[in-house]
């Protein structure tokens, strides 16, 4: 693995730095080998996870590489429980620390997979998401790397099989070192401290349950594909930051910037468009444009586009962070709803069409990012049916046009935030906001810096295996859907070890 991979100092913001020096792995055979050596690469240290007596450490690798539809052969089903739990002990007593599980258990049947062993793999990743509950109110956060075809790692297919593989696949290819050096870099870093029982889909897109539409057996490697070197410089592109006078998207903004993006701010408040650009030239060379625009007229945001392209030159990519919350009233909630639709939905899907056709004419390989919203995949409280549709609408609309726009090599994918301190959260009603917690594992709130994160990873080059993907943000609000405690006071032995 290059040691290319590592995040360079002078990009080592708070999202970048990472939460421990040395990452224990857990694992064995030819993907030991490997992720080992991945690790090194993104700047880790390593160790293996033997022993009782070793020393403490706050970073954990479990790797369960065993699915034969991937062409597996010798990897091992059973996570080390007792390993891990040991080493959650550990680091609840040490005030916190993460655990990573990568895993090719694939969530769907296949033709070519063992049931039995299907099932096993599966009900490890339950139990892994049991613990992951357990122990998110020490500070211990647990998430999984779902791996898909990936040779590095031990996964040999035949040149026939491996074709109709990867013509399921939106993005063509096998996954690479640095798709999950990326991966890693981001789950392990001190800037993403809410994202609790996550899935990261490093599979080139198999949740879309792709129609393949090529002739058995035609379908080749697009190495184009491939993450550079670099794997998180934003330099040389510019980005449109829709929503960016405060809350996400202005945190996005400056974070983007840090990275080395160019940028063009848009929202309805030019004040507070001016305070966030003057904040982010005080400290940083990178230039910075901005665009009034009031997403809920229609037409505006293709104008917003036309007029951004204008003033920057051109636009490399698109964080669509813009959003409204209503609460509805079924005497007169029509208005509220059109606005939930045409802000959350219609003129996201404006924005994304106009660039796409001008990506498409130039070339260019374009990374969009929508930002949705828990309530997309929950239901939890009465009197947001617009909102909670209109992001659920906007989620499946990054699906799509991730899977649209993939012959043009754009990628699409969507962050769900859970409850984030933001303006928009400071209007809601504390008593909710209590109450909401008690279904958050994690047991706070998250900061706009942590979705901040999650949103530059997929900007980033780093994120290139990733599109249709929905990350979550929510302190394993919705990752794990966790009743509460309910009188249990052991959080470790209630999870068994057999």
């Known amino acids: 693995m ?6 360079p100092a002078a990009l080592r913001t708070t999202s970048l730095y990472p939460c421990a020096r040395v990452v224990e792995v857990a694992a064995g055979g030819e993907a030991a080998v490997a992720v080992h050596e991945v690790l090194r690469g993104a700047g880790f240290l390593t160790a293996t996870a033997m022993g009782r007596n070793r020393p403490a450490r706050t970073a954990l690798c479990v790797v369960q590489v065993a699915n034969a539809v991937f062409g597996s052969r010798d990897g091992d089903i ?27 258990a694939l969530p ?16 490890e990743l339950h139990w892994w998401q049991q613990l992951a509950a357990r122990v998110a109110p020490h500070g211990v956060l647990l998430n999984t790397i779902r791996i898909g075809y990936a040779p590095f790692l031990g996964h040999r297919l035949t040149p ?67 993450a550079p070197a670099d794997l998180w410089s934003l330099a040389g592109r510019t980005v449109l930051v829709t929503g960016a006078s405060s809350g996400i998207g202005e945190e996005t903004a400056i974070e983007l910037a840090r990275r080395g993006a160019d940028l063009v701010l848009v929202a309805r408040r030019t004040d507070e468009l001016n305070r966030v650009r003057n904040a982010i030239r005080e400290h940083l060379s990178t230039r910075v444009h901005i665009v009034r625009a009031d997403l809920a007229e229609p037409g505006a945001a293709a104008r917003m586009v036309r007029q951004a392209w204008d003033e920057a030159g051109e636009i490399s990519d698109l964080v669509y962070a813009a959003g409204v919350l209503a609460r509805d009233d079924l005497a007169d909630g029509k208005g509220q709803r059109e606005d939930s639709y045409r802000i959350n939905v219609l003129s996201y899907a404006d924005a994304a069409e106009e660039l796409a056709r001008r990506w498409a004419s130039t070339k260019h390989r374009g990374a969009i990012v929508g930002v949705s919203s828990t309530s997309a995949h929950s239901a939890p409280v009465p009197g947001l049916y617009s909102y909670g549709s209109s992001k659920a609408a ?22 769900l935030p859970g409850i984030v301190r933001t303006p928009m959260t400071d209007t809601a009603d504390p008593a909710f906001v209590t109450k909401s917690l008690s279904r958050v594992p994690l047991g ?11 949103i530059s990873y997929l900007v980033s ?13 929510c302190g394993g609000w919705v990752t794990l859907k966790a009743l509460p405690p309910l009188g249990i006071r052991d959080v470790i032995s209630s999870v068994g070890s057999a």
């Not at 290059?2 to 995040?7: F, H, N």
């Open 160 to 226: 026939e099989v491996e074709s109709d593989l990867l013509a399921h696949q939106v993005i063509r290819r096998p996954v690479t070192g640095a798709d999950l050096a990326g991966a890693l870099i981001l789950l392990y870093s001190r800037g993403l401290t809410t994202m609790v029982g996550e899935v990261l889909p490093l599979d080139g897109g198999l949740e879309a349950a792709v129609v393949p539409m090529s002739p058995p057996g035609t379908v080749r490697i697009d190495r184009s594909t491939e």
């Open 444 to 454: 706070r709130l998250s900061d706009p810096d942590d979705v901040a994160a999650a």
């Open 78 to 104: 059973e996570l080390p429980r007792a390993t891990i739990r040991d080493t959650a002990e550990r680091m609840i007593r040490a005030g916190g620390g993460r655990m990573v599980l990568i895993t090719d």
């Open 108 to 123: 769907w049947p296949a033709a070519q997979a063992d049931a039995e062993q299907a099932a096993r793999q599966a009900a």
């Open 461 to 473: 080059p780093a994120s290139s295996f990733l599109t249709g993907a929905q990350l979550r943000v």
């Open 394 to 415: 906007s989620a499946q609309l990054g699906a799509h046009l991730a899977m649209t726009l993939s012959r043009h090599r754009i990628r699409v994918n969507t962050v």
């Open 2 to 7: 290059a040691s290319a991979t590592s995040v």
